[in-house]
């Protein structure tokens, strides 16, 4: 498989503000439980093609404050070939099978910042939003992965804040953690498209 990756950072500020870029494919090729699961529930799929990506992404990090405050932003695209997911089998209703989804893709914004107010504490927040879209849904589905609709099982956004304080050998870290909302499957596999909330 050809899995070729490159970046580039522009430091425009030495120490204090710089941007970058980086753009790549990834790889993943069926393990033998994707093909051939051995249980009663889910049929062996032996035509399974593996998962491919590409993928790019543009950002920024800035130092303020002298150094106290840390900051960075990053826009990313990627866009997915053959995502293998579980979904009912033609053959027998009662089981599953593994299938390719024809194409998706995904967009979003990650962001951090980290503030230092006074020696040895930190507080901060991290995060990411996300905006999934099944582009060729063939195989699958079609109430499960309607074409132009979010991929089921990920959430519009996810981020954190956290405090941390250090003093010698010892490290305190609190951390509060937010999921927005999704669209699931009511059958984990199946069943209509419901979403819940955050």
Known sequence: AWTPRGSLVFAAVPGAFSVRAATGRAYKAPNLQDHY????????????????????????????????????????????????????????????????????????????????????????????WVRTEVLENTGLPEDAFPEGEQLPFRPDIVGSAYVETARGSLTLHARATFVGTQTVLTERFSGPREEIEG
Do not use: C
């Open 37 to 128: 699961p051995s249980n009663p529930f889910i049929e062996s799929n032996p035509d399974l093609e593996p998962e491919t990506s590409t993928s790019w992404e543009v950002g920024a990090d800035a130092r303020l404050l002298e150094g106290t405050l840390a900051a960075g932003v990053t826009f990313f695209r990627q866009k997915y070939d053959n995502l293998i997911r579980t979904v009912p089998s033609d053959n027998d209703p009662s089981k599953q099978i593994n299938r390719n989804l024809g194409e998706s893709r995904a967009m979003g914004i990650e962001w951090t910042l980290a503030y230092n107010p006074a020696a040895h504490w930190t507080v901060g927040t991290e995060g990411a």
